[in-house]
């Protein structure tokens, strides 16, 4: 199925007509985005297509107070003048085995008037067709039932609601059963009770008639109580969620005008004055070296060279020295020789050895004296070339990269303490916060007594049910002598049981396959691969509980509210590919709350891929510019609902907001 056209004739806040075109104009651009600001007519467009395929079995009729005549009249747009008239027109085509069919329907009412006149027509490849008219409601549920319809056209409150899992049993339950034909069971199950419970309540006698007609509307008073507790726990998690949703948007506004920094300013100006500590001493170091051996490093080369001059100076020095000691030595070792009567040639050949080898050591000191280097000196020299050089040249880089580092921190704390507001402006900013917060916590506290009294009067109402029952059967019991009340009860008894069973075996049967599904879904989601290893379906409490890849329970709890909401996406995305119908999804408002991680996923890895037509109703806020960028590859068709400020219709332009 894909939707092809909506048109809207004097529908809520949309007055005179208007169109939409929703057709993907290719595969590859299966998005349709519709932006517009709080009370545009986004949730109106979500409400006229579920409208104008179910009619008065909408969920966004059954699921409001009031008769049907009565939603019609606040459907209608009423700022013109005279009788009102409105229609919705709903154009889609879908195939059936390998043929097109072309569908039509006009939903329109005329109010005149305490007087409202309804009219319904369905055309089929462009003709009338009467007998389809007739029998559309039956028709519309043979490829889209009602029971898997929220599956596809759902609201991002559904998503937060879904997301406490609690919530999402009484879903699961419907959905799974619609998917698996098993609303049928349910209906037989629940006619059996009532015959049952009729032949019980005729067969009583005389005397229990008064207590089964007090225990009947002490039953009724207890579930009408409560429904209205119901109702009153619904009004307050909608009001816990807007508290919460103003409670994020003034953290957020605090947090982008400056509230954060002014907290932190005390850290700022310490990290300041670190960087400034640091720069000082870093300079300080860099002096030492400059005043101390540091200039040597502009003359490192000329340096060594003078090194290695002097080297050979002092040797030549050593040399000539070494030459004269040696002169007195040899002329004593001459005449020693010669008082000792040695052979004269032996002596003088001596004598010739050594003034040879005087005359090669003078020879080799030769060399004119331009270090003028003391062997203090040289040494002095060397250990400057050798050891404070190589030093200076390690550490000389290493404090300046230290003082680049801290030139960096101090213009970061610098300009961060510039951009601290006043102490005027935090307080307003802190006082709205705590006020948000406080709404919130008083908020949240009304849900849980709500929820408290709840569960009391289903307890009450369990109770009350509980006696009723007991009294009709006691009632039964003693007036049941007719061998074929006897037998009626016990077979339909029995049958309730079978079918009972039946249905949680036939659940059992199918849920590995939708439990895969969803997993691969939440996969696909999660930012964190390695968190859920298994999901499981409770077939008969529809308890939805989760694992860690190593097999330990994973708590609701211990999820955040990102992936709890990714979670419930998941359930959807999962439970609509087991269906195996290839229909539309419409969402308003998808986005929620989730941070920039878990929207990225649901922008990049689940709106292009939900399914071949995919519908976006959302604000500037949800899909923003970054998240426009994102999905703008796979945008079809545009479209933004233009409500100015000073005017009360909406107006439907080609384009988004930007």
């Known amino acids: 199925m894909i939707i092809d056209r909506l048109t809207l004739t004097n529908v809520g806040v949309f007055a005179g007509r208007h169109e939409l075109q929703l057709t993907p104009p290719s595969g590859r651009k299966p998005v349709t985005v519709i932006g517009g600001l709080n009370g545009s007519g986004k949730t109106t467009i979500l409400e006229a297509i579920l409208f104008a395929l179910y009619g008065p079995l909408a969920r966004s009729v059954s699921g409001r107070a009031g008769s049907y005549d009565s939603y019609l009249r606040q459907?209608?747009?009423?700022?013109?003048?005279?009788?009102?008239?409105?229609?919705?027109?709903?154009?889609?085509h879908a195939f059936r085995e390998g043929q097109r069919f072309d569908y039509q329907i006009n939903r329109s009412w005329r109010v005149v008037g305490r007087?409202?006149?309804?009219?319904?027509?369905?055309?089929?490849?462009?003709?009338?067709?009467?007998?389809?008219?007739?029998?559309?409601?039956?028709?519309?549920?043979a490829f889209m039932p009602r029971g898997i319809a929220e599956l596809f056209f759902f609201d991002g409150e559904k998503i937060e609601n879904l997301a406490e899992l609690d919530n999402a049993r009484s879903m699961l339950r419907t959905v799974i059963g619609a998917l698996l034909g098993l609303d049928l069971v349910d209906r037989l199950d629940t006619d059996l009770a009532v015959?049952?419970?009729?032949?019980?309540k005729s067969a009583a006698t005389a005397e229990h008639q008064d207590k089964i007609a007090e225990l009947q509307q002490r039953v009724s008073d207890a579930r009408l109580a409560e429904e209205r507790l119901h109702q009153e726990l619904a009004g307050t998690r909608v009001r816990l969620e807007r508290a919460a949703k103003r409670r994020y948007e003034q953290q957020e506004r605090f947090r982008v005008e400056g509230g954060e920094l002014y907290h932190r300013r005390a850290a700022l100006e310490h990290a300041r004055d670190r960087a400034i500590e640091q720069i000082k001493s870093t300079d300080r170091q860099l002096c030492e070296i400059a005043e101390g051996a540091g200039p040597f490093m502009l003359v490192r080369d000329?340096?060594?060279?003078?090194?290695?001059?002097?080297?050979?100076?002092?040797?030549?020095?050593?040399?000539?020295?070494?030459?004269?000691?040696?002169?007195?030595?040899?002329?004593?070792?001459?005449a020693q020789l010669r008082e000792l009567k040695v052979k004269a040639s032996a002596v003088e050949a001596l004598d010739k050895f050594l003034a040879n080898e005087r005359l090669d050591r003078r020879s080799r000191s030769t060399i004119e004296a331009i270090a003028q280097l003391s062997p203090e000196g040289l040494a002095q020299a060397r250990s400057l070339r050798e050891h404070a050089l190589p030093e200076i040249s390690e550490r000389r880089p290493r404090l300046l990269k230290g003082r680049d580092q801290a030139v960096a921190d101090l213009e970061d704390a610098q300009r961060q303490l510039a951009a601290v507001p006043e102490k005027a402006a935090v307080q307003e900013l802190e006082a709205a916060l705590d006020e948000a917060t406080a709404a919130e916590a008083t908020a949240q506290r009304d849900l849980d007594r709500a929820e408290a009294e709840l569960t009391a009067a289903?307890?009450?109402?369990?109770?009350?049910?509980?006696?009723?029952?007991?009294?009709?059967?006691?009632?039964?019991?003693?007036?049941?002598?007719?061998?074929?009340?006897?037998r009626i009860l016990a077979h339909s008894q029995r049958v309730r049981h079978t079918l009972a069973r039946f249905r949680t075996e036939a659940v059992r049967r199918h849920l590995s396959r939708i439990e895969r599904l969803v997993l691969d879904a939440l996969r696909r989601l999660l930012r964190k691969h390695d968190l859920i290893g298994e999901l499981r379906i409770d077939p008969e409490t529809f308890t939805v509980q989760v694992s860690r890849p190593d097999g330990s329970r994973l708590a609701p709890q211990q999820l955040?509210?990102?992936?709890?909401?990714?979670?419930?996406?998941?359930?959807?995305?999962?439970?609509?590919?087991?269906?195996?119908?290839?229909?539309?999804?419409?969402?308003?408002?998808?986005?929620?709350?989730?941070d920039g991680q878990h929207r990225d996923h649901l922008i990049n890895r689940y709106f292009p891929n939900a399914s071949h037509q995919v519908i976006l109703l959302s604000t500037d806020q949800e899909i923003n510019e970054s998240a426009w960028s994102q999905l703008e590859p796979k945008i079809g068709h545009a479209y933004h609902l233009d409500h100015p400020g000073n005017s009360t219709a909406t107006t439907i332009r080609p384009g988004y907001f930007w």
Do not use: C
């Open 560 to 594: 955040s509210a990102g992936e709890r909401q990714l979670l419930a996406v998941a359930l959807l995305w999962g439970l609509a590919q087991a269906s195996g119908r290839p229909l539309p999804i419409v969402i308003d408002t998808p986005l929620g709350r989730l």
């Open 115 to 141: 007087s409202l006149r309804e009219s319904t027509t369905v055309l089929l490849n462009d003709v009338l067709d009467r007998d389809l008219t007739d029998r559309w409601a039956e028709h519309v549920e």
């Open 195 to 200: 015959i049952e419970r009729n032949h019980r």
């Open 458 to 486: 289903r307890s009450a109402r369990a109770l009350a049910d509980k006696a009723y029952e007991s009294t009709l059967d006691k009632a039964a019991t003693a007036a049941l002598d007719i061998e074929d009340s006897q």
């Open 302 to 334: 000329l340096l060594a060279r003078v090194t290695e001059r002097a080297g050979a100076e002092v040797e030549a020095a050593e040399s000539a020295r070494l030459a004269e000691v040696l002169m007195d030595r040899d002329r004593e070792i001459v």
């Open 75 to 92: 459907l209608a747009n009423h700022s013109g003048l005279g009788p009102s008239h409105a229609s919705v027109e709903l154009q889609f």
